[in-house]
């Protein structure tokens, strides 16, 4: 497999894991009653996945001009998708170990206050030891305990969506211009429509519910437990999203080809 693959599979692995880890930075937040001190810890993973996706588009785009005639590039781009659920999975069961290592880093920056002095002290003996104890997976008791009645559907069915677009929105335009070299232009400039899809159902209908639960759960008018079961259910449906946007990439891309030939 050629090296510019290989570099954006391992970069779009890093945006999913980071992307999945982010459900339970709320659920520390709670926890520690430090909601911003938590996301603002947060922002420094946050700022490692940005800088991924500002290489990815362009490595890909790259390596799609340089290939015209690649028979495989489909093949390429579901694997680049699979890979994706596959670090969805993966940052789903490692959840309770960074729940616990950023539990640990609220409230000693809370003291501390210094972001320099948290930072030397996790790769300090200290703190490596910490993280190793920290290092857990979802119990098998807490997983048969959820109650799958109890899930917010309606979020999921969002959450399920948005995640689906955002995962094709930076695929399919490119993959479009690969179908069309003619309009390869125009396809890739039509990626941001495709996430502003995405982000509205995200701004609209998902992080203004999850935004009233946190505070409900602050003001004790909703359980730890409720708001728990919030998250998995969003971290399922992130999963199941990720998967379903195999189904999303051709059909997207033709109709990106549609609308860029419209234009």
């Given at each position: 497999m050629n090296s510019q693959i290989i570099l954006v599979i391992t970069l779009n692995f890093?945006?999913?894991l980071i992307g999945t880890l982010a459900y339970s930075v709320r659920l520390v937040g709670v926890r520690t009653g430090k909601i911003a001190v938590s996301f603002a810890l947060?922002?420094?993973l946050m700022l490692v996945s940005r800088i991924a996706v500002t290489f990815q588009v362009p490595i890909l785009t790259?390596?799609?001009e340089s290939n015209p005639g690649a028979g495989d590039l489909l093949i390429i781009f579901?694997?680049?998708?699979l890979i994706s659920g596959v670090a969805t999975v993966f940052g789903a069961i490692l959840i309770p170990t960074f729940q616990r290592i950023l539990y640990k880093g609220?409230?000693?920056f809370s003291i501390d206050r210094s972001l320099s002095k948290l930072i030397l002290h996790s790769f300090s003996k200290s703190g490596i030891r910490y993280i190793k104890e920290c290092v857990s997976v979802p119990a098998k008791e807490n997983v048969r305990q959820i109650s799958y009645r109890k899930l917010p559907k309606?979020?999921?069915?969002?959450?399920l969506a948005a995640v689906a677009l955002i995962t094709v929105g930076s695929l399919a335009p490119i993959y479009a211009g690969f179908l069309e070299p003619d309009l390869r232009a125009t396809c890739i400039t039509l990626s941001p429509v495709v996430n502003g899809i995405a982000?509205?159902?995200m701004t609209i209908f998902i992080d203004p519910q999850l935004s009233m639960m946190t505070d409900d759960v602050i003001d004790g008018k909703c359980t730890q437990e409720q708001f728990r079961l919030c998250v998995i259910g969003l971290v399922g449906s992130k999963t199941i999203g990720t998967f379903?946007?195999?189904l999303l990439l051709l059909p997207s891309s033709y109709l990106i080809v549609y609308v860029a030939g419209m234009i």
């Open positions: 890093i945006i999913s947060f922002n420094m790259k390596y799609v579901n694997i680049i998708i609220v409230m000693s309606r979020i999921m069915v969002y959450n982000t509205i159902l379903a946007s195999l």
